[in-house]
C-alpha cells in the first residue's frame, strides 16, 4: 500500500526564506492493485508529489508529513532503494538500444542477479504481455506510438516495483490508443497487485482508475 500523510510542500521564495505553499496536509492511500487518479490545476505540485514519492526532493523545496511504501517510511531511501516505478508522457526509449535492449535494462533494477538466459527470456515474456512477440530487434524509432508506450511500460514492469506511477503519460495517444494503452496498464496493475498512481488533465483517464479522484 502507498500511503500520503499530513503531507505539506513548497518552494523558498522570496529575500525572508519562506516557502511557497504548494499543497497543504494532503493524506491519501493506494491499495495493491488501485490506479488512483490525481487531478489539479497547471503548476499546481502534481508532478511535484510524483518526485517525492520516487525519488529525492527537488532542489529549494521544503516538505514536512509521511510517505510510505508497505510500511517503510521513503523518504530517508535512496532513488534505488525505493522500489517505485515511473512512466512519463514520452516513454524515453534509449534511440541506440534495440526494443529488447531496452527492456532489459529494466532487469538492472531487479533485486538479484538473474543468468542471461533467464534475462533473454524476461524480455521474451514481456514482449509477448505486450503484444509484441518478434519485436526483440526492431529499432524504438519503428515503433507507433501505442507500441512505444507499451514497451515502456514494461520496461518498468520489468524491475518489479512494489507501486508503479504516471506522470500523464497517456496525453500523446489518439483517443483509441488511450482507451487501450490505459486498459493495458489497468490489468497489469490488477495483476501484478501493486498501487499505482496516475497524474492526468483528463478527466477522461477517471475511466481507468478505482476510488476518488485525488485532487491537489
Request: proline share 5%; charged share 20%; glycine share 12%.
Amino acid at each position: 500500500m502507498l500511503e500520503i500523510e499530513q503531507l505539506s510542500f513548497g518552494f523558498t521564495g522570496g529575500n525572508n526564506g519562506d516557502s511557497d505553499a504548494l499543497v497543504s496536509d494532503l493524506s491519501f492511500s493506494v491499495e495493491p492493485g488501485q490506479l488512483r487518479l490525481i487531478q489539479g490545476r497547471s503548476g499546481c505540485g502534481k508532478s511535484t508529489l510524483l518526485k517525492l514519492i520516487s525519488s529525492r526532493a527537488p532542489e529549494g523545496l521544503n516538505w514536512s508529513g509521511n510517505i510510505k511504501l508497505n510500511g517503510a517510511e521513503l523518504a530517508s531511501m535512496p532513488e534505488e532503494q525505493r522500489g517505485v516505478g515511473i512512466l512519463f508522457q514520452d516513454p524515453l526509449l534509449f534511440p541506440h538500444l534495440t526494443v529488447g535492449d531496452n527492456l532489459a535494462f529494466g532487469l538492472v533494477r531487479r533485486p538479484g542477479m538473474i543468468t542471461r538466459a533467464e534475462r533473454r527470456a524476461a524480455v521474451e515474456n514481456a514482449l509477448h504481455v505486450a503484444d509484441l512477440d518478434g519485436f526483440a530487434e526492431r529499432d524504438p524509432a519503428s515503433l507507433s506510438g501505442g507500441q512505444a508506450a507499451r514497451v515502456g511500460l514494461m520496461r518498468s514492469l520489468l524491475a518489479e516495483p512494489d507501486a508503479l506511477l504516471l506522470d500523464e503519460a497517456f496525453s500523446t495517444l489518439d483517443p483509441e490508443l488511450r482507451y487501450q494503452f490505459g486498459s493495458f496498464v489497468m490489468g497489469q496493475v490488477r495483476e501484478r497487485n501493486i498501487p499505482a498512481l496516475l497524474v492526468s488533465h483528463d478527466n477522461g483517464d477517471s475511466l481507468f482508475a478505482s476510488g476518488d479522484i485525488i485532487t491537489i
